[in-house]
């Protein structure tokens, strides 16, 4: 399944909330972030990585 990386508010003018989320597509990853209570202001598929290769996970939801 897809993981699209997103940032998101958490509530109108509230703090920044940045993570990925795994969903079939990007519509789906709105939602999901949507029924979290979340305003998503950016989010984008993110792309397959190199298996050898360590990143920094943001939170996973």
Request: positive net charge.
């Amino acid at each position: 399944m897809p993981t699209f990386r997103y940032h998101a508010k958490s509530a109108p003018g509230q703090n920044r909330v940045d993570g990925v989320v795994e969903a079939e597509n990007r519509l789906a990853a709105l939602g999901k972030l949507s029924d979290l209570g979340y305003y998503p202001t950016s989010v984008e598929e993110k792309s397959p990585q190199n298996p050898w290769r360590r990143e920094k996970s943001p939170k996973k939801i």
